[in-house]
Nanobody
């Protein structure tokens, strides 16, 4: 069992940066692939980024490539999402998720989810 708690969301202006954090419980954190997803009002939850258990493999949605960076600190049981050059269309609730499988963009393949953190980008 893995419990995930996101933090770092907030209200920012277009062009600003935010760093989201996801703290995980459990000694097996380092064995999980971690992902970030987001859900805007009235829309489905969509993939943002993912990172393999050793951090060597990453994947990004086309909409965030070059602006967002996912990273992890296994000794601290934490995964991060650095978000730069934010746009109003990045406004959403951001969720952290964990899977025992390989890096994947499919929400259904993630076993554990956090409660989400709101990111709002004003124009």
């Amino acid at each position: 069992q893995v419990q995930l708690v996101e933090s770092g969301g907030g209200l920012v202006q277009a062009g600003d940066s935010l760093r989201l954090s996801c703290a995980a419980s459990g000694r097996t954190f380092r064995s999980y692939t971690m992902g970030w997803f987001r859900q805007a009002p009235g829309k489905e939850r969509t993939f943002v980024a993912a990172i393999g258990w050793r951090g060597g493999i990453t994947s990004y949605a086309d909409s965030v490539k070059g602006r967002f960076t996912i990273s992890r600190d296994n000794p601290k049981n934490t995964v991060y999402l650095q978000m730069d050059s934010l746009k109003p269309e990045d406004t959403a609730v951001y969720y952290c998720a964990a899977t025992s499988g390989v890096v994947t963009t499919t929400p259904g393949r993630y076993d554990f989810w956090g409660q989400g953190t709101q990111v709002t980008v004003s124009s």
